[in-house]
Nanobody, 125 residues
Framework: QVHLVESGGGLVQAGGSLRLSCAASGRTFTSDTVGWFRQAPGKEREFVVAIRWDGGWTSYADSVKGRVTITRDSAKNTVYLQMNSLKPGDTAIYYC??????????????????WGQGTQVTVSS
């Protein structure tokens, strides 16, 4: 059974930084697509960023481009989301998701088979 566990969320002031982690167990990522989504109160869950595990590509939502970087550590089977210049509009629960192979529709929640429980990010003004 695959488990994704997010961590690293918290409260930060606008302009600050956070690094989120997504650790996977029960599956070793190889050619997976791993993505981050977020859901703000009263809004639908939205795509943030995705990465092809073997380094084929990364893709960022326009709303975070230039402020967010996704990286991976194969030895730890972990994905990281470095978020800088945070804004109050980034406040949301951030979810990690994974699919066992390349997904052309990486921005679509339905493309992912496994989800974490989420970690709260709150950015104060």
């Amino acid at each position: 059974q695959v488990h994704l566990v997010e961590s690293g969320g918290g409260l930060v002031q606008a302009g600050g930084s956070l690094r989120l982690s997504c650790a996977a167990s029960g599956r070793t990522f190889t050619s997976d697509t791993v993505g981050w989504f977020r859901q703000a109160p009263g809004k639908e869950r939205e795509f943030v960023v995705a990465i092809r595990w073997d380094g084929g590509w990364t893709s960022y939502a326009d709303s975070v481009k230039g402020r967010v970087t996704i990286t991976r550590d194969s030895a730890k089977n972990t994905v990281y989301l470095q978020m800088n210049s945070l804004k109050p509009g980034d406040t949301a629960i951030y979810y990690c998701a994974a699919a066992p192979y390349d997904r052309s529709r990486y921005f679509d929640m339905a493309s992912y088979d496994y989800w974490g429980q989420g970690t709260q990010v709150t950015v104060s003004s």
